[in-house]
């Protein structure tokens, strides 16, 4: 047991990954540790696979998994070994522990992830590929990936997998995207077998796969743009939504950063919120809205951009603002008007968050005069106007304009 230290503070919990060739694929030191641990978390499926090393306990995930985490964690100090698929810190177990337990106190020894095994087989460039696990996860996420020509490969939950992902590309216009299907990768069962999307037929599929995606977009399909400013025709509304260019300024305001939350007030079609998240994955949005109807839209709307996270409180600001976690950005849309509304929103704000508010009626546009004379931040007048036919010629019609003001808490 002298390979695993037990002093506290020292690496008690060593992570090992493996793969579906088992001890054929693990090196000296890491047969060795698992050899010699008394205790040894993992899946059924990792015991099997190196039965032949094990000597201590085993105990398996327990469900809900927290309290496995829970069981490894009161083991702080005392040897642990925690068997893990592929590279446990892509997706995998070691990510989930890191939450945890600190860097310090653990050993890793990794695999090669599946991401790794599927590019090599398929000689795919991995820098190039975008990657992205829907284990237990909604397949919407996949829809802010789907662009012409882009390579994805896909973590999947199941053998049903493969077929869903298929059906989805077929029906937002990406039939004739190629699919391959890697089955239990780096094992005596590895398979691979490629297929349209909309003439997906594969059957018998390995539960543990990867579904690896050449993006072919056909005419009308589904693309969502990475800039801000989507078309509005891309959201399902009633006339309540920020308008493109409007959308694309009020973003533009906002400036996400890096795991920031915002609340989009009055949310109408949600397509502040969910331009936000589509920034990137690590932002989050709640939503809150009044109407019922409008609530349900922008859950639709969230799910067919790919955001399906993106949180809706149905209810009334300011009073549907209270116990809502704090925010680090404010946009106040319809709605905003309403008495007490940016009291509360400024309130809430993080120090060194921002509030954007933006103002149609000359109501609303007094009260953020009132706003920013009292605490200062800026004031912007924005005016659009679309070229349109006037009589037998063209002419410029222009938009309401809008009142924009910014405000960041000191």
Same mark, same amino acid.
């Given at each position: ?5 037990? #002093? ?55 469900? %809900? =998994? /927290?309290?496995?985490? *829970? ?16 590279? %446990?810190?892509? &997706? ?12 310090? /106190? ?6 090669? !992830?599946?991401?790794? +095994? ?20 909604? +397949? ?16 999947? !939950?199941?053998? *049903? ?38 003439? =997906? ?5 390995? %539960? ?12 009308? #399909?589904?693309?969502?743009? =990475? ?6 025709? +891309? =959201? ?8 493109? *260019? ?40 709640? #939503? ?36 809502? %976690? ?80 910014? &405000?960041?808490?000191?």
């Amino acid at each position: 047991m002298s390979d695993l230290p037990s #002093a506290p503070g020292q690496r008690w919990l060593t992570i090992i990954g493996i793969g579906e060739d088992g001890p054929a694929g693990l090196g000296d030191e890491a047969k060795r540790l698992i050899a010699a641990a008394p205790v040894v978390f993992g899946g059924k499926r990792h015991h099997e696979l190196v039965a032949g090393l094990i000597t201590g306990k085993r105990l398996a995930w327990e469900s %809900p =998994f /927290e309290r496995s985490i *829970e069981a490894v964690a009161a083991h702080r100090g005392s040897p642990v070994v925690v068997l893990g698929s592929g590279d %446990p810190f892509l &997706y995998g177990i070691g990510a989930t522990l890191s939450r945890r337990i600190g860097a310090e /106190e653990m050993r890793v020894i990794p695999a090669p !992830s599946s991401f790794s +095994l599927a590019a090599s087989r398929l000689g795919w460039p991995l820098q190039e590929t975008a990657t992205i696990s829907l284990h237990g996860r909604p +397949l919407d996420l996949i829809r802010p990936h789907l662009h012409h020509g882009r390579r994805i490969i896909a973590l999947t !939950s199941d053998g *049903e997998t493969p077929a869903q992902i298929a059906e989805l590309l077929r029906v937002t216009g990406f039939g004739e995207s190629r699919l391959h299907v890697l089955g239990a990768l780096g094992g005596d069962r590895e398979r691979q077998r490629s297929a349209r999307a909309d003439r =997906f037929d594969l059957g018998e599929i390995d %539960p543990l796969n990867v579904c690896a995606i050449e993006i072919v977009a056909g005419e009308g #399909a589904r693309t969502i743009p =990475f800039t801000s400013g989507l078309d509005d025709a +891309l =959201f399902e509304h009633d006339g309540q939504i920020t308008k493109q *260019e409007i959308r694309a300024i009020t973003l533009a305001a906002l400036g996400p950063r890096h795991g920031e939350l915002l609340w989009d007030i009055g949310a109408g079609s949600g397509s502040i919120g969910i331009e936000w998240m589509l920034a990137d994955p690590s932002l989050r949005t709640v #939503a809150i809205e009044q109407s019922g109807e409008r609530a349900a839209r922008i859950a639709r709307n969230a799910v067919s951009f790919g955001v399906p996270g993106l949180a809706i409180v149905e209810g009334t600001a300011p009073e549907a603002l209270a116990n809502l %976690p704090e925010p680090d950005a404010v946009f106040v849309g319809g709605g905003g008007s309403e008495e007490g509304v940016p009291e509360a929103a400024l309130h809430a704000l993080k120090r060194g968050g921002r509030l954007v508010a933006n103002a149609v009626t000359l109501e609303m546009e007094s009260m953020l005069f009132s706003l920013q004379q009292q605490h200062g931040g800026t004031l912007t007048r924005i005016e659009i106007a679309r070229a349109a036919p006037l009589g037998g010629m063209t002419g410029w019609r222009p938009a309401m304009p809008v009142t924009q003001w910014r &405000y960041t808490k000191k």
